[in-house]
Each structure stands twice: as C-alpha cells, then as structure tokens.
C-alpha cells in the first residue's frame, strides 16, 4: 500500500543532480575567464579556458536533461502519470537486489573477457614487434587492464551497495517508470517500449523492454521489476500498451 504523502518520502534526486550540475556550471564558467586576470596566477594558461569551457557545456547538457528527467519524476510523485505504484517489503527487495548483483557480475564477466582478448592481441602484437621501449609499453597494457578489471567486478559490488540503500518504492507511468531509487523513461525522440510482459521468474512482476538513441546509435534496456503478488499485472499492461 501507498502511503497519501509519497512525495515526502520519495526523493527527486534528478532535480537534485540538475541543480547541483548548474551549480558546477556556475564555477567552471568562472574559471574560463582566469587566464584572462592576472590576478589568477593563471593568466596566459589558455589551456585551462579550454578544460574550463568543455567542462561548463558538458555540465549544461548534464542540467538541461536531468531538469526534464526531474519534472517527469514530479509527475509521477503527484500521481498525474502514475499507472500503478506500490513498495516491496525487506523480503522481495532483497531478492531483487540479489538478482541485479548477479546479473551485473555476469555481464561484465563476458564483457571483460572479449575485452581481454582484444587487448592482448593488439598490446601482444605491438611489443612482439616493437624493438624498443617492450617494458613501458607492458605496463602501460598492464595498467589499463587492472583498471578496466577494477571497473568490471568492482561496480557491481557498488550497484548492490546502492540498490540495498534504495528506497523500495516502485512507481509506474505510462512513459516512465521508477524502481529502488533509479527512474528509465522511454518517452524521448527515437525512443519506445517494445515489450510489456507479467513474468513469474526470477520473482513475480513485470518485464519491460524499451529503447533509445544517443550519438552510438540504438541501445536497448530490459527491466525486470518485482511487485506484490495482489498486484494486477495485465491490467498495468494494458495501460502501457494503450
């Protein structure tokens, strides 16, 4: 069961992240005007306009879409796009969680893999052919792949680290939804939902399947969100497809 005040329980951390975004922005504009002072201790380092106004634009796209992801949370909190909404108990939450975690580990197991190999015969070719510099050229490959391993097993421990924090609440718009802390929505250009499914396993509750676009091109998310066994899944369903 919802509680009436869920807007007071759940927080809007898009708007949180655009604000503190447009905050960073504020200080990154300042600092493409310090070469330009000389009372900086920077003037003449034009480099650093360069990093300072890269990073200002980056900050503003990073603002301007997590303002728009923000007001659509907002929808939801209120109720103006909620299709259904309910909160799984320790039990159910714990079982999700588990199942991303392995999930994630899996995945980024075979990414690693290919990962390796692909290194190892380029890196492997290039010091098999290279008649100076064999040593710092190995740690350089031995470098990138201890943090590319860093990357690949350690961020699954921090994704379980931050869905056990999560909230449990479980919210569903038409266009986007809200699960454990995290919001997908599906309702920008060259985007949709392909599938809309109740599932029994890994747990009880609905599977969603949606795409989109960015600069490499399409990406696909596949969404497996538990949910109380009294809840009417075709009936949320329906709803979407409609």
């Known amino acids: 069961m919802i509680p009436s005040d869920i807007n007071k329980r759940i927080k809007n951390r898009q708007r949180h992240i655009a604000k503190t975004a447009g905050l960073l922005s504020f200080f990154a504009a300042l600092a493409i005007f310090l070469p330009f002072q000389s009372w900086s201790g920077l003037q003449g380092c034009y480099a650093v306009t360069l990093i300072a106004l890269f990073v200002f634009l980056s900050l503003l796209v990073v603002a301007f879409i997590f303002r728009g992801r923000g007001?659509?949370?907002?929808?939801l909190i209120s109720g103006e796009?909620?299709?259904a909404a309910w909160r799984l108990n320790d039990e159910k939450k714990e079982t999700y969680v588990n199942h991303l975690f392995l999930s994630e580990k899996e995945k980024n197991r075979g990414i690693f893999i290919l990962i390796t190999l692909f290194m190892v015969l380029s890196f492997g070719l290039l010091i098999l052919f290279m008649k100076e510099n064999r040593w710092p050229m190995f740690l350089f490959f031995v470098g990138i792949m201890s943090f590319i391993a860093l990357f690949a097993f350690g961020m699954p421990y921090y994704y379980r680290f931050r869905n056990g924090r999560g909230d449990g609440y479980v919210l569903i718009g038409r266009k986007y939804v809200y699960v454990n802390g995290f919001f997908h929505n599906w309702d920008f250009p060259l985007s949709g939902l392909v599938k809309a499914k109740a599932i029994q396993k890994p747990f009880y509750g609905l599977l969603l399947h949606y795409y989109y676009y960015d600069r490499t091109l399409r990406h696909e998310e596949v969404l497996q969100?538990?949910?109380?066994?009294n809840i009417d899944m075709q009936a949320i369903i329906e709803k979407l497809k409609n």
Do not use: T, V
């Not at 007001?71 to 929808?75: A, L, V």
């Open 71 to 75: 007001k659509k949370m907002d929808k």
């Open 225 to 229: 969100i538990p949910a109380n066994k």
């Open 81 to 83: 796009e909620l299709i």
